[in-house]
């Protein structure tokens, strides 16, 4: 009964979103997160005081991805009202007019990129727009935007997934970059498949067959330096791929190599490079703060994540509310429970880099300030609806994680475990997908299973570090149908009530993904690793 009750919500949240009149998220996921107190309180008899310190902490915790959706709208807006993103589309245009080019670029390396610098959902929020804005329809912008958005997962927000998702478990230095170096492998192997399937979804297999040649040499530019990276780092694959990806698939792309030629459809779209400059301004201000807030050796991270209390004070039975040095804003010991919430105002991709970059870029573009005063006030409007649904599914997600080994969420991952057994290797990677279905994080997802992964490899004799690295990879293939990153690119793209549209379309890449880590870990691990 307590596995039935436990994947009973999920089942009728994938059935509410994808049946026909389908529920938008914002209605389906409150209604959820109802269906979920009510078992909390009647069949696990959950204490009022815990279920209403999760839900208040659900609140708290809803602010990182809104504000980040409304940064990213903010920017998007901005780069519409000011000219950039035409200017943009033009350039594009110019480097080669030929589509698959053009996706490859914004889509796959430079998303790769991103993804490395900052996670949190930002590469669709930022790529996706740009794609629309090139003219791609925004429902299959928006599906191939989360089925790119894989690969570089793992090693995302400067490695976070890895080094901090696993940091529970206590595993020492090395097995973490062991289960990095296996992950970058597993993906490697999924990226010879992924981007193609992601392409399909805009452009047909006949164009897709006549470009071949580039688009492998735009995902290898990306992929062979994020591997080879992995086996000695788990903080830059990502970045540092993506970087050299994006360089080498805009060079490659100007000589048209591997490319069916495409007459330009844009009469007199030629643009000076100071407008192209221009233009790049707010992207490159954007990518250049993230990468310099988020590399370790500098001190600006430790900064914004100080938490050395600057003040506090007692908010009644509600908590202790507190504000850190590095502008963390925190809820301690919410009603008499041990359960914290927070949000870091200057750490979370939000107010940095986004809010700050169109602060200084307006005047640049001197955008007169109603332009700038409707800028803010429409992506405001827009935040409204996908606010209701991370509202939703966090506070789902937080009771479901209720009870430690015996949360609702421990118990599908245990139950699966145990009746796979030795098999589990063919079916690891999934679990993980199902934890960033729930949260809406790669790093959320390892913190939530890798224990129960562990305990799987040590009862069945696997390898903890070849399971480790399926829940990572899983994590990670997750994006492509986790509710938060759904809502997040829809709502940048203003799509409304498509979710389960979206959800039919990217589960297949994510099955396929499932399978394509299988057999790797299963034949080609250990060619390379003693398991």
Same mark, same amino acid.
């Given at each position: ?169 206590? #595993? &020492? ?6 289960? /990095? $170096?296996?992950? =970058? *492998?597993?993906?490697?192997?999924? %990226? @010879? ?65 591997? #490319? &069916? ?6 009469? /007199? $779209?030629?643009? =000076? *490079?100071?407008?192209?400059?221009? %233009? @790049? ?251």
């Amino acid at each position: 009964m307590a596995l039935f009750l436990s994947i009973f919500p999920i089942v009728l949240l994938i059935y509410l979103m994808v049946k026909r009149n389908a529920l938008p998220s914002y209605l389906a996921l409150p209604w959820i997160a109802v269906v979920v107190l009510i078992i909390q309180l009647i069949f696990f008899g959950t204490d009022i005081s815990i279920v209403s310190a999760n839900i208040a902490s659900a609140l708290i915790a809803v602010q990182t991805p809104i504000t980040v959706i409304f940064g990213a709208i903010l920017f998007n807006r901005f780069s519409e009202v000011s000219g950039a993103t035409d200017i943009l589309r033009k350039w594009l245009g110019n480097i080669n007019p030929n589509p698959v080019a053009q996706i490859m670029i914004i889509g796959w390396a430079f998303a790769f990129m991103i993804e490395g610098a900052s996670g949190f959902g930002t590469p669709a929020a930022i790529a996706a727009p740009i794609l629309v804005g090139l003219g791609f329809p925004a429902l299959r912008v928006a599906m191939l935007a989360l089925v790119m958005n894989s690969v570089p997962v793992s090693f995302g927000a400067v490695g976070t997934p890895t080094w901090f998702g696993f940091g529970p478990l206590q #595993l &020492a230095e090395s097995q973490i970059l062991e289960i /990095g $170096s296996m992950t =970058s *492998l597993i993906h490697g192997f999924a %990226a @010879l498949v992924i981007p193609l399937m992601a392409l399909s979804l805009i452009v047909s297999w006949s164009e897709i067959r006549k470009n071949l040649i580039f688009i492998y040499i735009s995902i290898f530019a990306c992929v062979v330096p994020y591997m080879l990276l992995a086996q000695v780092n788990y903080e830059f694959p990502s970045l540092v791929g993506g970087a050299i990806g994006l360089f080498v698939s805009v060079i490659v792309a100007n000589k048209g190599i591997g #490319l &069916a030629k495409v007459e330009k459809t844009l009469e /007199g $779209s030629s643009v =000076s *490079l100071a407008q192209v400059a221009k %233009a @790049l301004f707010p992207t490159g201000m954007l990518i250049a703060i993230l990468i310099v807030t988020r590399i370790q050796q500098l001190p600006f991270k430790a900064m914004m994540n100080n938490a050395t209390s600057w003040f506090s004070t007692q908010l009644g039975s509600l908590g202790l509310f507190d504000v850190s040095h590095g502008l963390i804003f925190s809820l301690k010991n919410i009603f008499g429970t041990s359960i914290n919430a927070s949000y870091k105002l200057l750490y979370v991709p939000a107010f940095i880099p986004f809010v700050v970059t169109v602060l200084i870029a307006v005047p640049v573009f001197a955008l007169s300030m109603s332009k700038t005063k409707d800028i803010f006030v429409t992506s405001l409007k827009q935040t409204k609806n996908p606010f209701f649904a991370l509202v939703g599914a966090l506070v789902m997600v937080n009771l479901m994680l209720v009870g430690g080994d015996n949360s609702m969420v421990k118990i599908i991952g245990q139950s699966f475990a145990h009746a796979t057994g030795e098999y589990w290797t063919l079916f690891a990677s999934y679990l993980g997908a199902v934890g960033a279905f729930f949260s809406g994080s790669n790093t959320v997802s390892n913190l939530t299973f890798g224990s129960v992964q562990l305990s799987t490899a040590e009862l069945t004799g696997l390898s903890a570090s070849l399971i480790l690295a399926l829940q990572s990879v899983g994590g990670a293939m997750g994006n492509m149908v986790c509710i938060n990153n759904i809502v997040a690119v829809s709502s940048v793209l203003n799509i409304d009530k498509q979710e389960g549209t979206i959800i039919k379309k990217t589960v297949v890449p994510m099955i396929v993904y499932g399978i394509i880590a299988a057999l790797v870990a299963l034949f080609i691990i250990p060619i390379f690793y003693a398991v």
